[in-house]
């Protein structure tokens, strides 16, 4: 049974850090698209990083401040997060598509990701 769980959410202060887990078990998350979306209260649903067989990429709203990577020895998935805004306060899902083996660049549309954690919460403060 494929799963995803994060970890790592809470609340810091403007130009804080936190880094976030994604703990995959039931398959290999090595060999799909793994990526990382957040909701803010009252908004769509949106990508902020992805993580393929040989590209990672982010989102404008993270790029310089966001750094996505993963250890396959361990199935885990992570996002450390830097120099955070109030802006950046959202629920942050891990995502994983299972439907495609060894993609090299990854689609940051929701649409292609079937499975997904519940969730850990950011809130930064001004």
């Known amino acids: 049974q494929e799963q995803l769980v994060e970890s790592g959410g809470g609340s810091v202060q403007a130009g804080g850090s936190l880094r976030l887990s994604c703990a995959a078990s039931g398959f290999t998350a090595s060999r799909f698209c793994m990526a990382w979306f957040r909701q803010a209260p009252g908004k769509d649903r949106e990508g902020v990083a992805t993580i393929g067989g040989g590209l990672i990429t982010y989102a404008d709203s993270g790029k310089g401040r966001f750094t996505s990577s993963r250890d396959n020895a361990k199935n885990m998935l992570y996002l450390q997060m830097n120099s955070l805004k109030p802006e950046d306060t959202a629920m942050y899902y891990c995502?994983?598509?299972?439907?495609?083996?060894?993609?090299?660049?990854?689609?940051?549309?929701?649409?292609?990701?079937?499975?997904w954690g519940q969730g850990t919460q950011v809130t930064v403060s001004s």
């Open positions: 995502a994983a598509d299972t439907t495609r083996a060894g993609t090299w660049l990854c689609d940051m549309k929701l649409s292609m990701y079937n499975d």
